[in-house]
């Protein structure tokens, strides 16, 4: 069993930053990936970015390239999300999620086993 806990979200102007983070309550070789995945209302989950729990296989949606940035600091078993010029289009629920699978890199929302409670992200002016 893992457990996940989101923090950093809130509110932001379009242009601003925010940085979340999500801390797992133990390392395990039972996962692989950890990813960033959000849910707006009326919209279906999506994969925002997720990184190989060995390594640094990273993979991110097409809309938050050269914006949006995954990390992970294995000693603190923590992964951030470094989120910058922030736009109204992501305002959402942000979960951190799990892999057993050597593909949940892919950031495929199937392939997550464990997620976190949710932060809400919201972007406006």
């Known amino acids: 069993q893992l457990q996940l806990v989101e923090s950093g979200g809130g509110l932001v102007q379009p242009g601003g930053s925010l940085r979340l983070s999500c801390v797992a309550s133990?390392?395990?070789?039972?996962?692989?990936?950890i990813g960033w995945f959000r849910q707006a209302p009326g919209k279906e989950r999506e994969g925002v970015s997720c990184i190989s729990s060995r390594g640094g296989s990273t993979n991110y949606a097409d809309s938050v390239k050269g914006r949006f940035t995954i990390s992970r600091d294995d000693a603190k078993n923590t992964v951030y999300l470094q989120m910058n010029s922030l736009k109204p289009e992501d305002t959402a629920v942000y979960y951190c999620?799990?892999?057993?699978?050597?593909?949940?890199?892919?950031?495929?929302?199937?392939?997550?086993?464990?997620w976190g409670q949710g932060t809400q992200v919201t972007v406006s002016s």
């Open positions: 133990s390392v395990t070789s039972d996962y692989y990936a």
């Open positions: 999620a799990a892999s057993k699978t050597r593909l949940g890199v892919l950031c495929l929302s199937t392939m997550f086993d464990s």
